[in-house]
């Protein structure tokens, strides 16, 4: 596929459903998976909830395992990037990172 740029605007999209559901997380959720922040200089003053890690062993091996966060956001999660690949993209389409704000 020919990507034309690193980010795609495609225009608004709901995501109050799984705004809702990260805003609802406690305070434990953000803090239940350091290893971001030990591993990578770039994560050490930052706190995430991880839904899936890819492992490199070795390279180019990666292995995508699902972690915490996985089983209360992913609920949510799915049918939304499953809506936004359904409406922009051809079928078998998968989103691999999301980032906010674009750049």
């Known amino acids: 596929m020919d990507i034309p740029s690193r980010v795609l605007c495609h225009g608004a999209i709901d ?3 799984l705004a809702a559901a990260i805003v609802a997380q406690d305070d434990a ?4 998976q350091v290893e971001r922040q030990k ?3 770039v994560h050490r003053l930052t706190q995430s909830i991880v839904l899936l890690f890819a492992e490199v062993d070795p390279w180019p091996r990666i292995e995508v395992k699902r ?16 809506s936004i690949i359904a409406r922009w993209y051809p079928p078998g ?3 691999i990172r999301g980032a906010w704000p674009p750049s």
Do not use: K, S
């Not at 972690?67 to 499953?82: E, F, N, S, T």
């Open 15 to 17: 995501v109050a459903p």
């Open 29 to 32: 959720a953000w803090n239940e």
């Open 39 to 41: 591993d990578y200089e």
């Open 67 to 82: 972690q915490a966060g996985w089983d209360r956001l992913a609920p949510v999660a799915i049918p939304l990037m499953d």
């Open 93 to 95: 389409g998968r989103i």
